[in-house]
Structure formats: structure tokens, C-alpha cells
């Protein structure tokens, strides 16, 4: 059975960091594009960031520069490290894995987790 789980999530001043991680299982984690995505509130999911199996990145340009994709397929765990957190980061973040980063970034992946909360206070 497939399974992601993520964690890290918490609540943080802006301009701090936080750092999600994302616990994969169930599959062969290291051929799928891995990825992150959000919804805050009354909002559409936004894709943040994809790596593909080549460990190739892709990010938003909402979070350029400011955050980074990462995974340690020894650990089947992908992470993501925010850093410069801003009040409109907040939101409820999840993991994702796909075939494609497309559907990574497009928050329509195969596959997700429950999501872990992120609130940034101004």
C-alpha cells in the first residue's frame, strides 16, 4: 500500500524557517517524480516544488530562492526547507508523487499524503 506522510509542519514568525518532511513507502519511490504542494484557505492548490528521479528541481516562483527540494532515496524521505517564511506561505502542505513533475506542479499528483499545517505570523 502506498503511503506518504508528512511532517515538520508547525507555526513561525516570518522571515523563519521550517523545514517538512515527507515519509514514503509502499512503492519504488526513487523512479516517481516527488513533490510538494498547498492549499491555503479558500484557495486553489498551488504546486511549490518537484524533484524528479534524476534529482532535477523545479520550484513556484512564489518560493524561489527561498525554499529548497531535497530526498534521500536511502531514506525514502523527501524533504522541503523553507526558509524567509512569509504570512502568505501559510497554508496546509503536501506531499506528492507522480510519474510526471507536470502533475507534481500542477498539485494534481498521483498520489498524496494528509498534508502538515504551516502558519507564518506577520
Known amino acids: 500500500q502506498v503511503q506518504l506522510v508528512e511532517s515538520g509542519g508547525g507555526s513561525v514568525q516570518a522571515g523563519g524557517s521550517l523545514r517538512l518532511s515527507c515519509a514514503a513507502s509502499?512503492?519504488?519511490?526513487?523512479?516517481?517524480?516527488m513533490g510538494w504542494f498547498r492549499q491555503a484557505p479558500g484557495k486553489e492548490r498551488e504546486g511549490v516544488a518537484a524533484?524528479?528521479?534524476?534529482?532535477?528541481?523545479s520550484y513556484a516562483d512564489s518560493v524561489k530562492g527561498r525554499f529548497t527540494i531535497s530526498k534521500d532515496n536511502g531514506k525514502n524521505t523527501l524533504y522541503l526547507q523553507m526558509n524567509s517564511l512569509k504570512p502568505e506561505d501559510t497554508a496546509v502542505y503536501y506531499c506528492?508523487?507522480?510519474?510526471?513533475?507536470?502533475?507534481?506542479?500542477?498539485?494534481?499528483?498521483?498520489?498524496w499524503g494528509q498534508g502538515t499545517q504551516v502558519t507564518v505570523s506577520s
Open positions: 509502499g512503492y519504488t519511490y526513487s523512479s516517481y517524480c
Open positions: 506528492g508523487a507522480d510519474p510526471l513533475c507536470a502533475w507534481v506542479m500542477r498539485a494534481l499528483p498521483e498520489k
Open positions: 524533484i524528479d528521479s534524476d534529482g532535477s528541481t
